[in-house]
C-alpha cells in the first residue's frame, strides 16, 4: 500500500500550478465571467499544448494515456484558480461519452480532436425533473426510415453552447427498469431543431445551458454505443466525472484555507493578529479538517476507479458527499473569517463560494450520494 | 498511489483471520460499547491479550529483541481491520501498549528495554499514565508533582487525577517537577513509577457511568530509584510529547477498530428497531444519517493510511495524522448519540431493567463517550495545536 502521490506527479503539480498562477489569474477568470464562453481560444489551445486535454485519453487516440490519479493533481490546481471553461464538459463528459461508449471510428473523429483543442464537446443528460438516476431521462428517441428523431428539454447542461457536438441522452424504449432503453447519440451543433440556450447562473465560471431537442433528426450512426444500452457507460462516466469534480473541489477548498490563514495572520483587531483568538482558530482548525478528509476520500476514489475496484462506486459517493458539504462549509467560514472584505466583489472569496454551491449540486449532491452510500452498504 | 496488499499482506490478514475465529473467547460477548475495557471483564482481557501475546498478534511493530515482531505498520493496521471485522475484544493494557512500551523503546536504557516492553505486551504489567492534575490538565506544562533527589533516589510528592486503571496498573508513566527554577517545559522529568511503592495510594473516583474506573493517586514521599528516571533529567516534556504522538497513531488503529465495530452494531439495532411504524433502516432520514456516519468512519480509515504512507516512505505523518483524534472523537460522540435516538423513550433505561435494549450497553457507552473529547488532549486543545502548528496562525 502506498497511499501517496508519486515524485512524477508532484512534478506534474508544481508544473500545472506555475501554468496556471501565468494563465489564469483572477482578472482572467473574471473577464470570463462577462462572457458567453468560459475560455479564450488562446487559453484553450495552452491547455491543449500542455497535454491536459487528452491527459486520460489512450495514445491511439491522440491522449497520453494517464490515469484519474494523475488527472486528480491537475483537477486540484485548477479548483484552486477556479479555471473556468468546458474542460469538464469536454474532457471529462462528452469526450469520455465517447472513449467508454463509442465504436473506433466515431473514437477516432472526435478524440484526437478533442486532444488537440479542435473540438469542444458537452453531455446533455440531466432534465427539469433536476434527477441524477436513470429515472431522469425522459427524453425520447424515435427510430425512423431516415434514422432517430430526439425529443425533448435537457437542462443544466455544461457548456452546450460552445461544443462542437452534444452526447445527448435519450430514451429508445421503456426498460424493464429505468436503467434499461437509454441510450447516447452524438449530436452536432447547429443540428436542425436543436436549440441552445445560456442560462444566467451564479457561479458565472460555469456556464450552464438548456438544449431544447424538437424532433432533431440523426442518423442510424449517431447512436454511441448499444441501443438501449446507454446506462452502464454514462453511469461509469458520471462517477469518473464525480471523481475528478470532488479533486477540483478539494483544490478550491485548500486555496480558502490558505487565503484566510494568511488574512488571520496580518488583520490586527483589538491590537493583535485576528489568528491569535481561539473563535478564529478554531474555525480555521475545522476547515483543515473538512479539506484533509475531502482529500483522503477523493484520492482513494480515484484510485479506486483507476483500478476498476469493485468498491469504486461506494468510493466516489462517499467522497462527493463529502466534499459537496466540506466545500460549501470551509467557503462560507472563509467568507466569516475575512469579515465585510469576504463580502465583497472585489475578493475572490465569492468566486470560491459560488464554485462550490455549482459544484455541489453537479453529480449529485451530499444528500443523494449518501443514499447512494446507504444503497451500496446495503442499508 | 496504491492501497492494495502485496501477497505477504495478503497472507498475513488470512492468517489473521483465521486466528481470531479459532480464538475469541466464546464468553465474550460484544454488544455496542466501544469503549476501554469494563472493570467487570478485566480477567477475561487479561487472558485474551496473554493469547494474543502468544500467538505474536501484538506489539507488532516493536523491535524483535523487545519482545516485538518488527513488522511495519502495514501489518498493524491489517491486525487491527481484521479485529474489527471479527468484533474481537479489546486489548486491556491500552495504555502500556500505546503509550508506555513505544515511548520506552525510543528513550529507555537498554536495561530498561529488556526489561519493560515485553511484560507490557504480554499483559503481566498493566500501566497508567501520570499526567494530569487536579491544576493541570489542558496545561499540561503547569504540573506541580514534585521530586527531590536525595541520594541515588527521588522524593515524590504530589497527586494525579483521572487516571485510569491506576486500581490494576503495575507501573505508572508520571511527569514530575525536578526543577522548579527552569522554565515550565525544561524542569520536569519522566518516571516509570512502580505503583506498589510505599507512599503511593490509589482512591477510585466515580464517574458519569456509576462505575469507578478512573483514579486519584496520591504520591507521599515515594522513593523513587535514579534508574527509574526515562530519557534523562528535565528532558521530560519531549518524552512525554512522544508518548503522545504514539498515542495518536496506534491508539489511532485502535480507535478506529472500535468505531468500526461500534457502527456495525449500531446498524444491527438499527435494523431490528422501528419508528413510526417503519424499520430504521428504511426510513429515508435515518438513512442519511447512518451513511454519514459510515463516510466518517471510512475516512478515518483511509485517512489513517495517508499517514502511514508517510511512516512507510520514512516520513512524518503530518497534517492528517494530527485530525484523527479529533475527527474520531466528533465520529464517535455522534455515533453514540444516534444510539440513544435510535431508542427512544427506550433511551431512558439503564442496566438492570428487563426492558433496557441490549442489556443497556449503549447507555453505558453514550455516557462514556462525553470523555472522548475531554481525554488525551481536550477538542479544543486538538484544534489550538492544529492552527498553530500545522496552519501557522499565532500564540496567543
Same mark, same amino acid.
Request: proline fraction near 4%; include cysteine.
Given at each position: 500500500?502506498?497511499?501517496?502521490?508519486?515524485?512524477?506527479?508532484?512534478?506534474?503539480?508544481?508544473?500545472?500550478?506555475?501554468?496556471?498562477?501565468?494563465?489564469?489569474?483572477?482578472?482572467?477568470?473574471?473577464?470570463?465571467?462577462?462572457?458567453? #464562453?468560459?475560455?479564450?481560444?488562446?487559453?484553450?489551445?495552452?491547455? $491543449?499544448?500542455?497535454?491536459?486535454? +487528452? !491527459?486520460?485519453?489512450?495514445?491511439?487516440?491522440?491522449?497520453?494515456? %494517464?490515469?484519474?490519479?494523475?488527472?486528480?493533481?491537475?483537477?486540484?490546481?485548477?479548483?484552486?484558480?477556479?479555471?473556468?471553461?468546458?474542460?469538464?464538459?469536454?474532457?471529462?463528459?462528452?469526450?469520455?461519452?465517447?472513449? /467508454?461508449?463509442?465504436?473506433?471510428?466515431?473514437?477516432?473523429?472526435?478524440?484526437?480532436?478533442?486532444?488537440?483543442?479542435?473540438?469542444?464537446?458537452?453531455?446533455?443528460?440531466?432534465?427539469?425533473?433536476?434527477?441524477?438516476?436513470?429515472?431522469?431521462?425522459?427524453?425520447?428517441? @424515435?427510430?425512423?426510415?431516415?434514422?432517430?428523431?430526439?425529443?425533448?428539454?435537457? !437542462?443544466?447542461?455544461?457548456?452546450?453552447?460552445?461544443?462542437?457536438?452534444?452526447?445527448?441522452? $435519450?430514451?429508445?424504449?421503456?426498460?424493464?427498469?429505468?436503467?434499461?432503453?437509454?441510450? %447516447?447519440?452524438?449530436?452536432?451543433?447547429?443540428?436542425?431543431?436543436?436549440?441552445?440556450?445560456?442560462?444566467?447562473?451564479?457561479?458565472?465560471? @460555469?456556464?450552464?445551458?438548456?438544449?431544447?431537442?424538437?424532433? &432533431?433528426?440523426?442518423?442510424?450512426?449517431?447512436?454511441? +454505443?448499444?441501443?438501449?444500452?446507454?446506462?452502464?457507460? %454514462?453511469?461509469?462516466?458520471?462517477?469518473?466525472?464525480?471523481?475528478?469534480?470532488?479533486?477540483?473541489?478539494?483544490?478550491?477548498?485548500?486555496?480558502?484555507?490558505?487565503? =484566510?490563514?494568511?488574512?488571520?495572520?496580518?488583520?490586527?483587531?483589538?491590537?493583535?493578529?485576528?489568528?491569535?483568538?481561539?473563535?478564529?482558530?478554531?474555525?480555521?482548525?475545522?476547515?483543515?479538517?473538512?479539506?484533509?478528509?475531502?482529500?483522503?476520500?477523493?484520492?482513494?476514489?480515484?484510485? $479506486?476507479?483507476?483500478?476498476?475496484?469493485?468498491?469504486?462506486?461506494?468510493?466516489?459517493?462517499?467522497? *462527493?458527499?463529502?466534499?459537496?458539504?466540506?466545500?460549501?462549509?470551509?467557503?462560507?467560514?472563509?467568507?466569516?473569517?475575512?469579515?465585510?472584505?469576504?463580502?465583497?466583489?472585489?475578493?475572490?472569496?465569492?468566486?470560491?463560494?459560488?464554485?462550490?454551491?455549482?459544484? /455541489?449540486?453537479?453529480?449529485?449532491?451530499?444528500?443523494?450520494?449518501?443514499?447512494?452510500?446507504?444503497?451500496?452498504?446495503?442499508? | 498511489?496504491?492501497?492494495?496488499?502485496?501477497?505477504?499482506?495478503?497472507?498475513?490478514?488470512?492468517?489473521?483471520?483465521?486466528?481470531?475465529?479459532?480464538?475469541?473467547?466464546?464468553?465474550?460477548?460484544?454488544?455496542?460499547?466501544?469503549?476501554?475495557?469494563?472493570?467487570? #471483564?478485566?480477567?477475561?482481557?487479561?487472558?485474551?491479550?496473554?493469547?494474543?501475546?502468544?500467538?505474536?498478534?501484538?506489539?507488532?511493530?516493536?523491535?524483535?529483541?523487545?519482545?516485538?515482531?518488527?513488522?511495519?505498520?502495514?501489518? /498493524?493496521?491489517?491486525?487491527?481491520?481484521?479485529?474489527?471485522?471479527? *468484533?474481537?475484544?479489546?486489548? !486491556?493494557?491500552?495504555?502500556?501498549?500505546?503509550?508506555?512500551?513505544?515511548?520506552?523503546?525510543?528513550?529507555? =536504557?537498554?536495561?530498561?528495554?529488556?526489561?519493560?516492553?515485553? *511484560?507490557?505486551?504480554?499483559?503481566?504489567?498493566?500501566?497508567?499514565?501520570?499526567?494530569?492534575?487536579?491544576?493541570?490538565?489542558?496545561?499540561?506544562?503547569?504540573?506541580?508533582?514534585? #521530586?527531590?533527589?536525595?541520594?541515588?533516589?527521588?522524593?515524590?510528592?504530589?497527586?494525579?487525577?483521572?487516571?485510569?486503571?491506576?486500581?490494576?496498573?503495575?507501573?505508572?508513566?508520571?511527569?514530575?517537577?525536578?526543577?522548579?527554577?527552569?522554565?515550565?517545559?525544561?524542569?520536569?522529568?519522566?518516571?516509570?513509577?512502580?505503583?506498589?511503592?510505599?507512599?503511593? &495510594?490509589?482512591?477510585?473516583?466515580?464517574?458519569?457511568?456509576?462505575?469507578?474506573?478512573?483514579?486519584?493517586?496520591?504520591?507521599?514521599?515515594?522513593?523513587?530509584?535514579?534508574?527509574?528516571?526515562?530519557?534523562? &533529567?528535565?528532558?521530560?516534556?519531549?518524552?512525554?510529547?512522544?508518548?503522545?504522538?504514539?498515542?495518536?497513531?496506534?491508539?489511532?488503529? +485502535?480507535?478506529?477498530?472500535?468505531?468500526?465495530?461500534?457502527?456495525?452494531?449500531?446498524?444491527?439495532?438499527?435494523?431490528?428497531?422501528?419508528?413510526?411504524?417503519?424499520?430504521?433502516?428504511?426510513?429515508?432520514?435515518?438513512?442519511?444519517?447512518?451513511?454519514?456516519?459510515?463516510?466518517?468512519?471510512?475516512?478515518? @480509515?483511509?485517512?489513517?493510511?495517508?499517514?502511514?504512507?508517510? %511512516? !512507510?516512505?520514512?516520513?512524518?505523518?503530518? $497534517?492528517?495524522?494530527?485530525?484523527?483524534?479529533?475527527?474520531?472523537?466528533?465520529?464517535?460522540?455522534?455515533?453514540?448519540?444516534?444510539?440513544?435516538?435510535?431508542?427512544?423513550?427506550?433511551?431512558?433505561?439503564?442496566?438492570?431493567?428487563?426492558?433496557?435494549?441490549?442489556?443497556?450497553?449503549?447507555?453505558?457507552?453514550?455516557?462514556?463517550?462525553?470523555?472522548?473529547?475531554?481525554?488525551?488532549?481536550?477538542?479544543?486543545?486538538?484544534?489550538?495545536?492544529?492552527?498553530?502548528?500545522?496552519?501557522?496562525?499565532?500564540?496567543?
Amino acid at each position: 500500500m502506498d497511499f501517496g502521490f508519486s515524485q512524477e506527479q508532484e512534478m506534474l503539480r508544481a508544473t500545472a500550478r506555475k501554468f496556471l498562477d501565468n494563465e489564469c489569474t483572477s482578472t482572467f477568470v473574471r473577464a470570463r465571467m462577462e462572457e458567453p #464562453a468560459g475560455v479564450t481560444d488562446e487559453f484553450w489551445a495552452k491547455l $491543449a499544448e500542455q497535454g491536459w486535454l +487528452g !491527459l486520460i485519453y489512450p495514445e491511439e487516440y491522440g491522449g497520453t494515456g %494517464l490515469g484519474f490519479v494523475d488527472l486528480t493533481v491537475l483537477m486540484e490546481e485548477m479548483g484552486r484558480c477556479v479555471m473556468p471553461g468546458p474542460f469538464v464538459s469536454t474532457v471529462l463528459l462528452g469526450g469520455l461519452a465517447i472513449l /467508454e461508449a463509442g465504436s473506433l471510428a466515431q473514437k477516432k473523429e472526435w478524440l484526437p480532436r478533442i486532444a488537440t483543442g479542435e473540438a469542444k464537446a458537452a453531455l446533455a443528460w440531466t432534465e427539469p425533473n433536476a434527477r441524477w438516476d436513470a429515472a431522469g431521462v425522459t427524453a425520447t428517441a @424515435r427510430e425512423t426510415k431516415g434514422g432517430v428523431v430526439l425529443t425533448g428539454t435537457k !437542462l443544466f447542461v455544461l457548456d452546450a453552447h460552445t461544443a462542437d457536438v452534444l452526447v445527448v441522452v $435519450a430514451r429508445t424504449a421503456e426498460g424493464k427498469s429505468p436503467e434499461g432503453g437509454v441510450s %447516447l447519440f452524438l449530436v452536432p451543433k447547429g443540428a436542425k431543431g436543436m436549440t441552445v440556450k445560456l442560462l444566467p447562473t451564479m457561479d458565472a465560471t @460555469r456556464k450552464l445551458c438548456e438544449v431544447n431537442l424538437k424532433d &432533431v433528426t440523426v442518423g442510424a450512426d449517431a447512436v454511441l +454505443g448499444t441501443k438501449g444500452g446507454g446506462w452502464p457507460p %454514462l453511469a461509469r462516466v458520471i462517477e469518473r466525472a464525480t471523481v475528478a469534480l470532488c479533486a477540483e473541489m478539494c483544490g478550491g477548498a485548500q486555496k480558502v484555507l490558505d487565503m =484566510t490563514t494568511e488574512y488571520a495572520k496580518i488583520r490586527i483587531a483589538f491590537g493583535k493578529p485576528i489568528g491569535t483568538y481561539q473563535g478564529v482558530k478554531h474555525k480555521a482548525a475545522d476547515m483543515l479538517v473538512d479539506v484533509e478528509n475531502a482529500k483522503s476520500l477523493t484520492y482513494y476514489a480515484a484510485w $479506486a476507479v483507476d483500478e476498476n475496484a469493485p468498491e469504486a462506486p461506494l468510493a466516489v459517493s462517499m467522497a *462527493k458527499a463529502y466534499a459537496s458539504d466540506a466545500y460549501r462549509k470551509v467557503s462560507a467560514t472563509g467568507i466569516q473569517l475575512h469579515g465585510g472584505i469576504g463580502f465583497t466583489w472585489e475578493h475572490d472569496l465569492h468566486l470560491y463560494f459560488k464554485r462550490a454551491k455549482s459544484s /455541489e449540486f453537479t453529480f449529485g449532491d451530499a444528500t443523494y450520494h449518501r443514499e447512494r452510500v446507504a444503497q451500496l452498504i446495503s442499508l | 498511489m496504491d492501497f492494495s496488499l502485496t501477497s505477504e499482506q495478503q497472507a498475513f490478514r488470512q492468517t489473521v483471520r483465521a486466528w481470531l475465529k479459532e480464538n475469541i473467547p466464546h464468553e465474550w460477548k460484544h454488544l455496542g460499547s466501544s469503549e476501554i475495557p469494563r472493570l467487570e #471483564a478485566y480477567e477475561l482481557l487479561r487472558e485474551w491479550q496473554r493469547k494474543l501475546y502468544d500467538a505474536g498478534f501484538i506489539g507488532l511493530t516493536w523491535p524483535k529483541e523487545y519482545g516485538g515482531r518488527g513488522l511495519t505498520f502495514m501489518e /498493524e493496521l491489517i491486525l487491527h481491520e481484521e479485529m474489527a471485522l471479527a *468484533k474481537a475484544p479489546p486489548i !486491556l493494557n491500552v495504555l502500556g501498549v500505546g503509550m508506555a512500551g513505544p515511548t520506552i523503546i525510543a528513550y529507555g =536504557t537498554e536495561a530498561q528495554k529488556k526489561r519493560y516492553p515485553s *511484560k507490557i505486551l504480554s499483559c503481566e504489567e498493566i500501566w497508567c499514565q501520570g499526567y494530569s492534575e487536579p491544576n493541570a490538565g489542558s496545561d499540561l506544562a503547569s504540573l506541580q508533582t514534585r #521530586a527531590v533527589k536525595d541520594g541515588d533516589h527521588w522524593v515524590l510528592n504530589g497527586q494525579k487525577v483521572w487516571t485510569s486503571f491506576a486500581q490494576v496498573a503495575h507501573w505508572m508513566m508520571l511527569l514530575a517537577r525536578t526543577d522548579p527554577q527552569a522554565p515550565r517545559h525544561k524542569g520536569i522529568t519522566y518516571f516509570l513509577l512502580d505503583m506498589k511503592l510505599p507512599g503511593v &495510594v490509589v482512591k477510585p473516583l466515580r464517574q458519569i457511568t456509576g462505575e469507578a474506573e478512573f483514579n486519584e493517586v496520591f504520591l507521599d514521599n515515594v522513593r523513587v530509584h535514579e534508574s527509574e528516571v526515562l530519557g534523562g &533529567v528535565n528532558n521530560g516534556w519531549q518524552v512525554g510529547i512522544t508518548t503522545l504522538m504514539y498515542e495518536r497513531l496506534t491508539l489511532g488503529f +485502535g480507535l478506529q477498530m472500535r468505531l468500526r465495530i461500534a457502527f456495525d452494531s449500531l446498524i444491527e439495532l438499527a435494523r431490528r428497531m422501528e419508528k413510526h411504524g417503519r424499520v430504521i433502516t428504511k426510513d429515508p432520514l435515518w438513512r442519511q444519517k447512518l451513511a454519514q456516519l459510515w463516510i466518517d468512519t471510512e475516512c478515518l @480509515r483511509v485517512t489513517g493510511a495517508r499517514a502511514i504512507t508517510k %511512516l !512507510l516512505r520514512g516520513e512524518m505523518p503530518g $497534517a492528517e495524522a494530527s485530525t484523527g483524534k479529533m475527527v474520531w472523537v466528533e465520529t464517535h460522540q455522534r455515533l453514540q448519540e444516534l444510539a440513544m435516538e435510535l431508542e427512544g423513550s427506550y433511551g431512558q433505561l439503564a442496566k438492570g431493567s428487563e426492558w433496557a435494549v441490549e442489556g443497556g450497553v449503549w447507555q453505558h457507552s453514550f455516557l462514556r463517550s462525553r470523555a472522548n473529547s475531554i481525554e488525551g488532549g481536550t477538542t479544543e486543545i486538538q484544534k489550538n495545536i492544529i492552527a498553530e502548528r500545522l496552519l501557522g496562525l499565532p500564540k496567543d
